[in-house]
């Protein structure tokens, strides 16, 4: 069966400093991925997908970035932390375009 | 710029009682699932929708997706306190590209 993993669950880094959250999907191959961040007990926000190694497309401007080294893993990374990065980060996969999400347990990220 | 308007933001009710949460749009979309999400995990999906006037129906909750795919529903009967949670519409409307809007939510909490 598919798995998907996610970390680190919390996160504090300090304003200016780098991030990396790192994603993986077990159990397919060529899936879409995409990073989505969500508001406190609000909906999400798509930030980033990716339907292949090193295809990434944008869906907002922000100072994160996104990366797929390798066709199950996805990284979220920012060079230098912003307060309103704060928030809760999840990651998804699908088998296709057309099929629901299967998401993480998402990060917790505070920005101080 | 597409939206999904999604109502109640909030509901607190007692156990046995029934609730509809609605999820709004001007868009039509290709398809339109649910998902429940628990504090502190990724949501998983309910139930995807692609018919216009579809229902569908899962032990106690039921849902419908408008004739002209603009809008949704869920509907609980006789709730309990393990419905309690987070309540996301998400809209496709980017004919199959796997790229969601989601509703704001409805947090729903399930008084014994």
């Known amino acids: 069966s598919q798995t998907i993993h996610q970390w680190p669950a919390t996160l504090v880094q300090p304003v200016g400093s780098p991030l990396s959250l790192e994603c993986t999907v077990e159990?397919?191959?060529?899936?879409?991925l995409y990073w989505y961040r969500q508001a406190a007990g609000r909906g999400l926000q798509l930030l980033f997908y990716?339907?292949?190694?090193?295809?990434i497309s944008s869906e907002v401007p922000q100072n994160l970035s996104a990366s797929r080294p390798q066709d199950r893993q996805f990284i979220l990374s920012s060079k230098k932390l912003l307060l309103s990065d704060s928030g809760f980060y999840l990651c998804?996969?699908?088998?296709?375009?057309?099929?629901?999400?299967?998401f993480g347990n998402g990060t917790r990220l505070t920005v101080t | 710029t597409q939206l999904l308007e999604q109502s109640p933001q909030f509901l607190s009710i007692q156990e046995g009682e029934n609730l509809t949460v609605y999820c709004n749009s001007s868009?039509?979309?290709?398809?339109l699932q649910w998902y429940r999400q628990e504090p502190g995990e990724g949501p998983v999906l309910l139930v995807t929708?692609?018919?216009?006037?579809e229902v569908k129906k899962l032990k106690r909750l039921t849902f419908q997706f408008g004739d002209a795919r603009k809008d949704s529903s869920l509907h609980i009967t006789a709730a309990q306190p393990g419905d309690t949670g987070l309540y996301l519409c998400?809209?496709?409307?980017?004919?199959?590209?796997?790229?969601?809007?989601f509703g704001q939510g409805t947090t729903l909490q399930v008084k014994p």
């Open positions: 998804a996969w699908s088998p296709s375009a057309s099929s629901p999400l299967h």
């Open positions: 159990g397919t191959s060529n899936p879409n």
């Open positions: 990716s339907v292949g190694i090193g295809q």
């Open positions: 868009s039509v979309f290709s398809s």
């Open positions: 929708v692609v018919t216009g006037g």
């Open positions: 998400a809209g496709d409307y980017s004919g199959n590209t796997g790229k969601l809007i």
